[in-house]
């Protein structure tokens, strides 16, 4: 998926509770792509324009669940918190 399309599925699967600015997205694309989470090349988007289309790497995929798990346990952490307030 090219960064634009990466941000509008990001919004319309949080249903608008999350807004990704293309001034955090793109600096962290680069940035996975260079520790080799994501691969890139260019093609052409819908529209015909030129764009620059990123794929999760191998790599990227042990490290989403790498993330995903540390994020499961830092969100049960803070919602055992709310609920003993």
Do not use: C, F
């Amino acid at each position: 998926m090219h960064g634009y399309g990466i941000a509008q599925r990001i919004h319309e699967t949080v249903q608008d509770s999350l807004r990704v600015e293309d001034g955090s997205l793109y600096p962290a694309l680069y940035r996975m792509e260079k520790r080799g989470w994501i691969s890139s090349e260019w093609g052409s988007s819908d529209n015909n324009r030129r764009a620059k289309y990123y794929k999760l790497t191998r790599t990227g995929r042990r490290q989403l669940a790498v993330q995903a798990d540390n994020w499961a346990r830092i969100s049960q952490a803070v919602t055992r918190v709310l609920e003993a307030t």
